[in-house]
């Protein structure tokens, strides 16, 4: 497994330019099953889950092309309707292929996901819509396997906000019979993307982006052609290394107007934010300033960005409360933050991170997407050499990480095994 080696403690400066959005990419392409034809989506990142979602539908019998950064997908030979458990297991968002291939084919079998690194994570909420849709679902062998001659519009509510569950109802019910509203709806900037990608498909979706989205189902849609849009939690990330090392670091191709809960407490903990013409500059404060923060489903602070956050806070003067609210096991970063001498502490949801003047470079690994981002943020920040191990996690998630953090002025290696 790769290593990737970080000298700390330098003050960066210079210009990183932003990839499409993992979240956003990994929905749009799952929507190409929707409809047979050749589909076009630009800005999707060169990232490993992208390859993984390409193989899951090569799995199926679609043609997935990739170049940086387009992918191209034939969907007009789909003769397997299988997510098979190999596939799921890599990568939880597989499961985004339920509601597209259940809508075409009536008939879908997706692994269930099981839990992972941050949280049990379950998917009856999915399922409970596809049933309201008149889906009949049963569960045989760790696999979901659902049919339904055609789907049929119906209110949903769900009791918790989720991301990937409103994607795989919104593309269910967009060839449905009839018209679904969905209630409690997710409003990411991700979900908003999908929409955009199926009413251009054809689709007739009102209220995306609000908590209450209306879907009238039609007959057939057509094939797609989109770019998606930039990554809002690699562009945060960037913000939270310019912060931890006091550099000055402009971020171009972003969207700040999708991190905004995020961008109120970068500013109280002491950063110069200011929009440029294509994107942001963020300029980091000699100590950040202690802040507290709460998670919460958007427009709220996004859970994937916690830990980057709290990877700032660990320099930061004074004492800031964390609480995660989305995911019951997302601290995992903690113990390696503190390998590197942060003074935090949790207990069941909440983190108290007592900041302190100077982090120290060490082994530490990486237990997920999010918590090795939180690595690299500290590494930058740490004095001497930081050694992020199992760095595949991170690999998923940000595009060419090494060349942009040597764009700005980091040494960075990653060996290889
Ligand atoms: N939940 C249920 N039942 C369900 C679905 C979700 O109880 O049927 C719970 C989850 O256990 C969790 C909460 O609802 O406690 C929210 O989960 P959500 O479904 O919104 O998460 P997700 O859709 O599986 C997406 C992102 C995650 C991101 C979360 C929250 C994708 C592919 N993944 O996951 O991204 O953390 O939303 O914003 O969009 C990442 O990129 O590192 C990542 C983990």
Excluded: W
Aim: charged residues 25%.
């Amino acid at each position: 497994m790769d290593k990737l080696i970080i000298k700390g403690g330098k003050r960066l400066k210079g210009e990183v330019e932003i990839s499409g959005a993992k979240n956003a990419a990994l929905p749009v392409i799952a929507s190409t099953l929707l409809v047979q034809g050749e589909h076009e989506i630009t800005r999707v990142p060169d990232l490993r889950d992208i390859k993984t979602m390409g193989r899951l539908l090569e799995n199926m019998g679609a043609e997935f092309h990739y170049e940086p950064h387009k992918a191209v997908i034939a969907t007009n030979k789909i003769r397997n309707l299988e997510a098979p458990y190999e596939l799921v297991k890599e990568m939880r968002a597989s499961v985004l292929v339920l509601g597209p291939m259940l809508a075409r084919f009536g008939r879908a079998k997706v692994s269930l996901p099981g839990g992972c690194a941050i949280g049990a994570r379950p998917i009856n909420l999915h399922l409970m819509g596809l049933e309201r849709m008149g889906a009949k679902i049963e569960l045989e062998s760790g696999y979901v396997i659902a049919s339904a001659k055609r789907l049929k519009g119906a209110v949903i509510y769900f009791d918790t906000v989720t991301v990937t569950g409103t994607e795989n109802l919104m593309m269910a019910a967009s060839l449905a019979k009839g018209v679904t509203v969905l209630e409690n709806a997710a409003r990411e900037p991700e979900v908003i993307d999908l929409a955009n990608a199926l009413t251009a498909m054809g689709a007739k979706i009102n209220g995306a982006g609000e908590s209450i989205i209306e879907i009238e189902g039609v007959d057939e849609l057509r094939p797609l052609t989109h770019k998606v849009i930039p990554d809002r939690i690699e562009t945060g990330t960037f913000m939270a290394i310019a912060g931890i090392t006091a550099g000055d670091v402009t971020i171009r191709g972003c969207m700040p107007e999708h991190i905004k809960a995020f961008l109120i407490k970068l500013k109280a903990a002491g950063l110069k934010v200011e929009e440029t013409a294509d994107g942001v500059r963020a300029v980091g404060p000699a100590r950040p300033n202690a802040v507290d923060i709460e998670t919460a489903p958007y427009p709220g602070f996004p859970t994937d960005m916690q830990a980057q956050f709290m990877a700032l806070m660990s320099k930061a003067q004074g004492t800031s409360i964390i609480t995660e609210t989305i995911f019951e096991n997302r601290f995992m970063h903690v113990a390696e933050l503190r390998r590197m001498g942060a003074g935090i502490s949790f207990k069941g949801s909440t983190a108290t991170v007592r900041g302190v003047r100077k982090l120290k470079g060490a082994n530490v690994m990486a237990t997920d997407l999010r918590a090795s981002a939180s690595l690299v943020v500290a590494a930058l920040g740490a004095e001497g050499e930081t050694t992020i191990h199992r760095v595949y996690h991170l690999d998923r998630g940000y595009e060419k990480i090494e060349e942009k953090l040597t764009m700005l002025g980091v040494d960075v290696r990653r060996e290889k095994r």
